[in-house]
Each structure stands twice: as C-alpha cells, then as structure tokens.
C-alpha cells in the first residue's frame, strides 16, 4: 500500500505563490520509481467548493508532464527519487480564487498516465484569499 506525506498547503494571497509536496513510500514505490521499464504516474489533484475532483497536474516514469489548461504556464511539477521514497512537488504561481480547493496527491504503480490513480492522500486545503 503506498502511502503520502502531504504538505505544504495554507492560506495564500491571490497572486502569490504556492508549493505542495508529497512524500510517497511503500508499495511499489520502492519496487517500481527509478527502475528501468516500470511503469508509473503521479500526481495532484483538485477538488474545488462544490466542483469534481480534476487532475491538476502529472508526471510518469519518463519526467514527461501534463498539465491542466487553468494552470498552464504558471505551474510546475517535479519529481526527486529516494531510496525508498518519491517525492513530488508542485509550484504554482500567480494564483487565483479557481485554484483553491483540497488538493491530494495520488499515484498508479505499473501502469501509465492514462490509467486510473490506485492511491490516493488524504488531501491538503489551499485558500486563496482576495
């Protein structure tokens, strides 16, 4: 079962800046993320007031991104391997009152962006404040 240590959320100023971090170990990540040919995909989700859960932002096995069309441009994702861990991290600039909602890390281990996420965190709150 992998597992997330999720951070970096808060209250920030519309037009400030925000990084979120998510530490995933267990399960296949220490198996699979780093080792050649295993497929795998992270990433961050949000869910804003009363609105459905969408993909923010992803990265796989290949450091090849994807990001949502709202946050292109203004965003970053990045991923650093540990010895059992990865840890992604997302930088998101110029924010506004869209960005704001509970975000959560997830991940699919062996299967590509294209798949379903099988782990979900338990997620982080970010307010944007006007």
């Known amino acids: 079962q992998v597992q997330f240590l999720e951070s970096g959320g808060g209250s920030v100023q519309a037009g400030g800046s925000l990084t979120l971090s998510c530490e995933a170990s267990g399960g296949g990540v220490s198996t699979c993320i780093g080792r050649?040919?295993?497929?795998?995909?992270m990433g961050w989700f949000r869910r804003g007031p009363g609105k459905e859960r969408v993909p923010v932002a992803l990265?796989?096995?290949?450091?090849?991104?994807?990001?949502n069309a709202s946050v292109r441009g203004r965003t970053t994702i990045s991923q650093e391997h540990g010895i059992d861990t990865n840890t992604l991290r997302l930088r998101m600039d110029v924010l506004n009152a869209e960005d704001a909602g509970v975000y959560y890390c997830?991940?699919?281990?062996?299967?590509?962006?294209?798949?379903?996420?099988?782990?979900w965190g338990k997620g982080i709150l970010v307010t944007v404040d006007s």
């Open positions: 997830a991940a699919v281990i062996g299967g590509d962006c294209g798949y379903t996420m099988d782990y």
């Open positions: 990265i796989d096995n290949h450091d090849a991104r994807q990001y």
């Open positions: 050649p040919y295993c497929l795998y995909c």
